[in-house]
C-alpha cells in the first residue's frame, strides 16, 4: 500500500468512526484510524488497543483537539443536531447529508460537498466555506455572520430568513437562489452572481454589491440604506419599494428594470444609453432623491 492510499484509507476510517462513534472524543478516532492504516495489510487478530478510547468521554473544551474529517465521504448521512464546531471537514462529501441544526461554528468546510445538504437552522458561524459547493442546498434560518463564502456556489440554495450578517460572498454563485427576508447587513457580495435571486425584503443595509450581477433579481421591498451597488448589472431587476436606496453608479440598467417609484425619473435622467435599450448610471455620488421624494 503506497502512502497516498494508507491516507486515503486513514481519511475513510474518521469518516466512519465518526458515524459510529458521534461522541467519541476526536483524538481517539484519529488514533484510531491511524492505528488501523498501519495495520491494514495484516489479518486482524485483536481490535487496535486504541479503539479502547472511542468509549471514553469527550475531551473538555480547553483540552480538545479539532476533530479531523478532512476529505471524509460523509454523503447522505444524518448528523442533524451534531456538535461539529471547530472541525476541519475541508473536502468532505456531505451531499445530501442532513445537517439540520448542526452546530458547525467555526468549521473548515473549504472545498466541502455540500450539494443537497439540509443545514436548515444550522449554525454556522465564522465557518471557514471558500468554494463550497451549496448548490439546492437548505439553509432556512440558518447562522452565518462572518462567515467566508467567497466563491462558493450557492445556485438555487433556499437561504429564506438566513443571517449572512458580514459575511464574505465575493464572487459566490447565487444563481435562482432564494433570499427572501434573509439579513445581510455588512455582507461583501462584490462580484457575485446572483441573476434571478429573490432577495424579498432582505436586509441588505451597509452591504457591497460592486459588480454584481443582478439581473433579473427580485429585490422588492429589500432594505438598501448604505447599499453599494457600483457598476452593478439590474437589467430586469425589480426594485419596486426598495428602501433608502441611492442612485448606484455606473451601474446597468434596461427599460425591464423597476425602480422605486421616487428614483425612477431620477436615475433616468442621470443615465446615458449605451446600446439599444440598454443604460448606464453616470458617476456622480448618491442622488438627489430620498425615500420620501426630492431633498
Same mark, same amino acid.
Given at each position: 500500500?503506497?502512502?497516498?492510499?494508507?491516507?486515503?484509507?486513514?481519511?475513510?476510517?474518521?469518516?466512519?468512526?465518526?458515524?459510529?462513534?458521534?461522541?467519541?472524543?476526536?483524538?481517539?478516532?484519529?488514533?484510531?484510524?491511524?492505528?488501523?492504516?498501519?495495520?491494514?495489510?495484516?489479518?486482524?487478530?485483536?481490535?487496535?488497543?486504541?479503539?479502547?478510547?472511542?468509549?471514553?468521554?469527550?475531551?473538555?473544551?480547553?483540552?480538545?483537539?479539532?476533530?479531523?474529517?478532512?476529505?471524509?465521504?460523509?454523503?447522505?448521512?444524518?448528523?442533524?443536531?451534531?456538535?461539529?464546531?471547530?472541525?476541519?471537514?475541508?473536502?468532505?462529501n456531505l451531499s445530501g447529508a442532513n445537517l439540520r441544526g448542526a452546530n458547525l461554528s467555526g468549521a473548515n468546510l473549504r472545498g466541502a460537498n455540500l450539494r443537497g445538504a439540509n443545514?436548515?437552522?444550522?449554525?454556522?458561524?465564522?465557518?471557514?466555506?471558500?468554494?463550497?459547493?451549496?448548490?439546492?442546498?437548505?439553509?432556512?434560518?440558518?447562522?452565518?455572520?462572518?462567515?467566508?463564502?467567497?466563491?462558493?456556489?450557492?445556485?438555487? /440554495?433556499? *437561504? =429564506?430568513? !438566513?443571517? +449572512?450578517?458580514? &459575511?464574505?460572498?465575493?464572487?459566490?454563485? %447565487? #444563481?435562482? $437562489?432564494? @433570499?427572501?427576508?434573509a439579513i445581510l447587513r455588512g455582507a461583501n457580495l462584490t462580484g457575485a452572481n446572483l441573476t434571478g435571486a429573490n432577495l424579498i425584503e432582505a436586509n441588505l443595509s451597509g452591504a457591497?454589491?460592486?459588480? /454584481?450581477? *443582478? =439581473?433579473? !433579481?427580485? +429585490?422588492?421591498? &429589500?432594505?438598501?440604506?448604505?447599499?453599494? %451597488? #457600483?457598476? $452593478?448589472? @439590474?437589467?430586469?431587476?425589480?426594485?419596486?419599494?426598495?428602501?433608502?436606496?441611492?442612485?448606484?453608479?455606473?451601474?446597468?440598467?434596461?427599460?425591464?428594470?423597476?425602480?422605486?417609484?421616487?428614483?425612477?425619473?431620477?436615475?433616468?435622467?442621470?443615465?446615458?444609453?449605451?446600446?439599444?435599450?440598454?443604460?448606464?448610471?453616470?458617476?456622480?455620488?448618491?442622488?438627489?432623491?430620498?425615500?420620501?421624494?426630492?431633498?
Amino acid at each position: 500500500m503506497t502512502d497516498y492510499e494508507r491516507a486515503e484509507h486513514a481519511t475513510r476510517l474518521r469518516g466512519l468512526l465518526y458515524l459510529a462513534c458521534p461522541d467519541a472524543p476526536a483524538s481517539a478516532i484519529e488514533s484510531t484510524a491511524d492505528a488501523i492504516t498501519q495495520h491494514s495489510e495484516e489479518a486482524p487478530s485483536e481490535p487496535v488497543p486504541e479503539a479502547a478510547d472511542l468509549s471514553q468521554p469527550k475531551e473538555q473544551p480547553s483540552d480538545a483537539v479539532q476533530l479531523n474529517l478532512s476529505g471524509a465521504i460523509l454523503s447522505g448521512a444524518d448528523l442533524h443536531g451534531a456538535n461539529l464546531d471547530d472541525a476541519n471537514l475541508s473536502g468532505a462529501n456531505l451531499s445530501g447529508a442532513n445537517l439540520r441544526g448542526a452546530n458547525l461554528s467555526g468549521a473548515n468546510l473549504r472545498g466541502a460537498n455540500l450539494r443537497g445538504a439540509n443545514l436548515n437552522d444550522a449554525n454556522l458561524s465564522g465557518a471557514s466555506l471558500f468554494s463550497v459547493d451549496l448548490r439546492t442546498a437548505k439553509l432556512r434560518s440558518a447562522k452565518l455572520p462572518f462567515a467566508q463564502l467567497s466563491f462558493a456556489e450557492l445556485a438555487v /440554495a433556499d *437561504l =429564506t430568513a !438566513a443571517n +449572512l450578517n458580514d &459575511a464574505n460572498l465575493r464572487g459566490a454563485g %447565487l #444563481t435562482g $437562489a432564494n @433570499l427572501s427576508g434573509a439579513i445581510l447587513r455588512g455582507a461583501n457580495l462584490t462580484g457575485a452572481n446572483l441573476t434571478g435571486a429573490n432577495l424579498i425584503e432582505a436586509n441588505l443595509s451597509g452591504a457591497i454589491l460592486r459588480g /454584481a450581477n *443582478l =439581473t433579473a !433579481a427580485n +429585490l422588492i421591498n &429589500a432594505d438598501l440604506i448604505d447599499t453599494n %451597488l #457600483t457598476a $452593478a448589472n @439590474l437589467t430586469g431587476a425589480g426594485l419596486t419599494g426598495a428602501k433608502s436606496m441611492h442612485r448606484p453608479a455606473r451601474a446597468i440598467w434596461n427599460r425591464d428594470t423597476r425602480w422605486p417609484a421616487n428614483l425612477a425619473s431620477d436615475i433616468a435622467e442621470h443615465s446615458d444609453e449605451v446600446s439599444p435599450g440598454v443604460y448606464q448610471v453616470r458617476d456622480g455620488g448618491k442622488s438627489l432623491v430620498s425615500s420620501t421624494g426630492r431633498i
